[in-house]
């Protein structure tokens, strides 16, 4: 009788604390704003985030198909998520199409040459891309590449070691104009437009937050709602699905080196190192006395880091290269080792290479060969290359995209 | 899994961790970077288990949940700390604590959710029987 008492005057109790909370719910305010919510199970909204994640996932596991844009194909109009990879070299626009995922490249690169109504001509009825400005025809993307190997020549780039670069005075009006080409205003205002941007730079005093508010706002005047992506996090979204999104993301592109450690989709870390294919090009470039135009046609051509150089190009092809790997790799141990963050992790985790800088045969191989050389604190499963190294940012930018939309 | 969680976490990146290995396990959570509205989230969200991470949080931050002493002697709590005054500052007043140290192991965060949460249940079906057989329910 005497326990039966007990729980009575305990439900009395349990009442009496439940009437105070609802008394103070009603009299305290909550400000929500500061809160990230993970939704209540078993409602509609939980319904819509499962949805969001399947949409993400499905669109990470889609096939690509891949264009470069030319000058007669007009720019996209989007109907949904649109995907964007801003990088030093390309830019790379990705968004959904049916089972598959729609991929442009523009060639991040402009070339100039003086005004004249002959060159007008010669440049329409060649269909190559350009504007005017100031006395000059700016040419832009891949044909831009083309004049500067016809006049042995550099092309110039408004995105420099991965930032918009401060050198050209037109930079933005050129970045703009490239990414003219490849998309338009969306079919729907305020369609989400994921891109990517790069790492604080471990060295130097580039200023990441001034390159991603320049591109966002131009991505809004063209009625989107941007949103940026780590570029190493876009490589996790796009490659480790199978993961669970944990791993560690690295874009070797051409002005930087960027890498994002993710778990659970989390970038942990995420850090750039400003040097590239470019850097590759520029050193080579003094070694050989060469263009780095021309340096890096034959890079991208013919260079197999496996077998052993034939000539003093590839030798230094070959130097910097090496170099290029062993600094990224001594950068990632000191940032991993020196983190507090990095929570403990039951299985080994992959790493993912990506970007052209990855592609030349053997660039794996190195990379894997380096890695023996240091000690970290977590430990890797395997060293892997993304399925399309050019389009992963874009198509991991997509799926965050898919994501937030 | 029933049962509401209240994360605070100053650092955002140990946040997001712990709000997705919750996720991932099919627990809701509630993250939070500060204690300042400690009393507010905690009268309104009325958490079974609340997760602590001191990590970057100052020792006034730790004085909020003073002023909630009323309202945690219901919730259990996981607290993430290297020293064990940080834990008994923290621990005072809630129903229960458990101190979990770096490195961040979301497995053991798990495990201590997934603990409280079946004594909870297991504690509610006894209070569910007992009002069901003094017919107050």
Redo the contacts between chains.
């Keep these: 009788m005497a326990d039966v008492e007990d729980y009575k005057s305990e439900i009395a109790k349990l009442k009496k604390r439940l009437a105070a909370i609802e008394k103070q719910k009603k009299e305290t305010p909550l400000d929500t704003s500061k809160f990230e919510k993970t939704p209540p199970s078993s409602n509609a909204t939980d319904k819509t985030t499962d949805r969001k994640i399947d949409a993400a996932i499905g669109t990470s596991q889609k096939t690509i198909v891949s264009m470069e844009r030319g000058a007669r194909e007009g720019a996209e109009r989007p109907s949904g998520p649109v995907g964007l990879d801003v990088g030093t070299s390309n830019v790379v626009m990705a968004q959904n199409r049916g089972d598959k995922i729609q991929i442009v490249r523009q060639l991040n690169a402009f070339f100039t040459i003086p005004q004249s109504k002959f060159t007008r001509k010669i440049l329409e009825q060649n269909d190559v891309m350009f504007f005017e400005l100031e006395g000059q025809y700016y040419i832009i993307g891949f044909s831009a590449e083309d004049f500067a190997n016809l006049f042995n020549a550099n092309t110039r780039r408004p995105v420099e070691m991965g930032l918009l670069s401060a050198k050209e005075n037109e930079g933005i009006k050129i970045i703009q104009a490239i990414i003219g080409t490849i998309i338009q205003k969306p079919k729907k205002f305020g369609e989400i437009a994921c891109f990517s941007i790069p790492g604080e730079p471990l060295e130097g005093t580039a200023f990441v937050a001034g390159h991603e508010s320049l591109i966002k706002k131009y991505l809004e005047s063209m009625g989107y709602s941007p949103i940026s992506i780590n570029e190493g996090l876009a490589i996790v979204m796009s490659e480790m699905v199978d993961d669970n999104f944990t791993g560690i993301g690295i874009s070797m592109g051409g002005g930087m080196c960027n890498v994002c450690l993710s778990y659970l989709s989390v970038p942990v870390i995420t850090f750039s190192i400003q040097r590239g294919g470019d850097y590759i090009d520029t050193m080579v470039s003094h070694d050989v006395g060469l263009s780095a135009t021309k340096v890096k046609g034959i890079k991208e051509e013919s260079l197999d880091l496996t077998v052993l150089p034939r000539n003093r190009i590839e030798t230094s092809l070959h130097m910097h290269y090496l170099d290029l790997v062993y600094t990224l790799i001594h950068s990632i141990q000191r940032v991993i080792s020196a983190s507090d963050r990095i929570p403990k992790i039951a299985a080994p985790i992959p790493i993912v290479l990506s970007g052209g800088t990855a592609m030349p045969k053997g660039c794996k191989e190195n990379f894997e060969t380096a890695l023996k050389t240091v000690r970290l604190p977590i430990e890797i499963s395997s060293v892997r290359m993304a399925k399309e190294p050019l389009n992963t940012t874009s198509k991991g930018a997509l799926v965050m995209a898919v994501t937030e939309a | 899994m029933a049962g509401s969680i209240v994360i605070f976490a100053a ?1 955002p ?5 712990i ?6 396990n ?9 204690t300042v ?1 400690a ?3 905690i ?2 969200s ?1 958490p079974n288990v609340v997760i602590l991470d001191t ?1 970057d949080f100052l020792s006034k931050d730790l004085d909020f949940f003073k002023s909630t002493s009323h ?1 945690l002697s ?1 919730i259990a709590l996981i607290v993430l700390a290297d020293t064990l005054g940080v834990f008994a500052q923290a621990s005072t007043n809630f129903k229960s604590a458990q101190c979990l140290s ?6 053991l965060i798990i495990s201590g959710v997934k603990e409280i949460l079946s004594s909870r249940g297991s504690e509610d079906s006894l ?1 569910d029987n ?2 069901g057989f ?1 017919d ?1 329910k």
């Design positions: 650092d990146v140990r946040g997001n961790i709000r997705k290995a919750l996720q991932q099919g627990f809701d959570s509630l993250l939070n970077d500060q509205n009393e507010s989230i009268i309104h009325v990590k309202l219901e770096d490195p961040l192991d979301t497995g209070e007992l009002k003094l107050l």
